[in-house]
């Protein structure tokens, strides 16, 4: 058996290992992409809840009404703004 023989035996056992190889590097690398799309969500629906918090203590502090009930609906008129607002796209 010639090198040319023995490199066509090789590569003819190694190459569905391959394509198998790369597919999965493809669903690890969208699988990866959604994690983030999702982690980047998650993080600026918090920082509108803080957001919508703070603004609601103010509201509170002014028109009277209690602290806790400021920060609770202000803090769900804040995440609730963020399901309507996308993410940035790197």
Avoid: C, N, Y
Avoid at 12 to 37: N, S
Avoid at 59 to 75: K, L, N, P, Y
């Amino acid at each position: 058996m010639d090198k040319t023989q023995a490199e066509a035996v090789s590569e003819a056992i190694l190459e569905p290992h391959l394509r198998d190889q790369d597919a999965r590097m493809v669903r690890m690398r969208e699988k990866r992409a959604a994690a983030e799309v999702l982690m980047k969500r998650k993080r600026m629906a918090a920082g509108f809840a803080l957001v919508g918090m703070a603004i609601g203590l103010a509201i509170s502090h002014f028109s009277g009404f209690r602290f806790t009930d400021g920060a609770i609906w202000g803090g769900l008129a804040g995440a609730t703004l963020s399901l309507l607002v996308r993410p940035r796209t790197a």
